[in-house]
């Protein structure tokens, strides 16, 4: 669930990003071309609702970024926190003219941080769509095109990774195939249908040590059995990964573990 809802939030902060960013060029041209009080009023309450959207974005793709992928929750952190302090400097820059500049450095950097963040989530997940438009958010003009492109490569992830969640669900019914979790921590749930009391005599999963098991004794029917590995190379978050169970009664139990962070 966790990987799902996290492309499911940078969809939707992509989203508010892009219509912040389309009324700001519509404030621009109306600048430009057409002045009057009431488009003045208009410019106004127009720029609310983009700075609105655009905080909303940030904060959404900050939660996004932190439920897909352990790069992303610190870069994504420290990326929007200089953004809005570049948004801060920008508003107060009236008061103070040098905040104009120093705004618009730490607004470029934040942005370069966020979209390096979107880039490490796209190559850690193997998509490449993510990772070029985490590239184009990398810099502030093509950003514009950044942000729609990170909204549709979301979208097709989180559809994905529900799509990976439905497959192991559906190898539940085959009683023979256990199901479960693994987070990154290298702790498993696992859940095992046993037609005999049998022992768990041993455990393998891609050679990685066993270092904890809640219990080895199964029961007729349903078993939940909780697991500690010690994971030491890369897993893919939201991949489905088989565990072994060898049993006493000299049959192998097979279980299919999403990985979440």
Known sequence: MEVNQG?????????YVTISIVILLAIVGVALFLRSTFLTLLVLIMELVSYALFVLGLSKLRVGLL???????????????VFVLGALSLIFSDVYSPLLYLGFVLVAVGNGIVGYAVYKVGEEYNDEKLRLAGFMI??????????????FASSEMSVKSFERRQT???????????????????EAEVT???QTEAEIVDV?????PLTQISTRKLVLGENKVFLK??????????????VEFKLSDGTVKRASLIYEL
């Open 7 to 15: 492309f499911k939030d940078l969809k939707e902060g992509s989203l």
């Open 67 to 81: 439920r897909v992928s352990e790069t992303g929750r610190s870069l994504g952190n420290l990326g929007t926190n």
């Open 138 to 151: 990398m810099g502030l003009l093509s950003s514009v095109v950044g942000y729609p492109m990170c909204y």
């Open 168 to 186: 192991a669900t559906l190898e539940v019914s085959d009683k023979s195939v256990g199901y479960g979790w693994l987070r990154s921590s290298g």
């Open 192 to 194: 095992l249908f046993s």
């Open 204 to 208: 393998s999963f891609l050679g990685f």
């Open 229 to 242: 590995f010690q994971i030491a190379g890369p897993l893919v978050p939201g991949n489905v990964y088989v």
